[in-house]
């Protein structure tokens, strides 16, 4: 079974540049979750979607950040503009509703 | 909201010894517990979880105990190999497609 697939993997951009995730979930898994994990944390949840609407934003800063869910399988986050404090990895996961979450290999975000 | 708390941080045993990581968990509505094993440049990846109508579930070398009246949980390692180096997560989610909530993260390095 394919995994958690995610793209790029790894970008450097300049502060108030912007940059975009791409996601896309194991088969069959409708729920979909974007984590940020800063350099020495555990993962935080931005956003979670289940099929294409938002299930759980509360931690999304949404004057700069954005995603969405079209047809309720891939996905993407969108940062803009970028901020230093930004730096971090982007996890997506993906689970059955109930069952075990499963991440991707990351994206990982330098803003200089 | 929940609260996930990990010690220690850093734990470095011999090769053989057994390794143990303990959580506490402020939410009591939580009753799913997963482990994360992360290497370097990769995501997380589950090696074990305890669900709150167990105590103890255990997976080879790996076991997880789980204490729901004084709230916390622990990931035991026996017989460490140099490949189980890394940083592992404990997490903690009230179930379903809820959020996981994770800990700060335990780096364990094996001695060989």
């Known amino acids: 079974e394919a995994g958690v697939a995610q793209s790029p993997r790894y970008k450097i951009i300049e502060k108030r540049q912007s940059v975009a995730f791409w996601c896309n979930p194991i088969?069959?898994?409708?729920?979909l979750y974007w984590y940020q994990q800063i350099l020495g944390q555990g993962p935080k949840l931005l956003i979670q979607?289940?099929?294409?609407?938002?299930?759980?934003d509360s931690q999304l800063p949404k004057d700069r950040f954005s995603a969405e869910r079209l047809k309720g399988v891939d996905s993407t986050l969108k940062i803009q503009p970028a901020k230093l404090e930004d730096s971090a990895v982007y996890l997506c996961a993906s689970s059955t509703p109930g069952n075990t979450i499963y991440f991707g290999e990351g994206s990982w975000l330098t803003v200089v | 909201g929940e609260n996930v708390e990990q010690h220690p941080s850093t734990l470095s045993v011999q090769e053989g010894d057994s390794a143990v990581i303990k959580c506490t968990y402020s939410d009591s509505a939580s009753n799913y517990f997963p482990w994360y094993k992360q290497e370097l440049g990769k995501g997380p990846q589950l090696i074990i979880d305890i669900r709150s109508n167990v105590g103890e579930k255990k997976d080879q070398r790996i076991a997880v105990t789980l204490n729901k009246t004084a709230k916390h949980f622990s990931l035991h390692i026996t017989e460490t190999q140099p490949e189980d180096s890394a940083v592992y997560f404990c997490a903690a989610s009230r179930g379903g497609a809820n959020n996981l909530f994770f800990g700060t993260g335990t780096r364990l390095t094996v001695i060989p």
């Open positions: 979607f289940q099929n294409n609407g938002v299930v759980d």
């Open positions: 088969s069959g898994h409708a729920t």
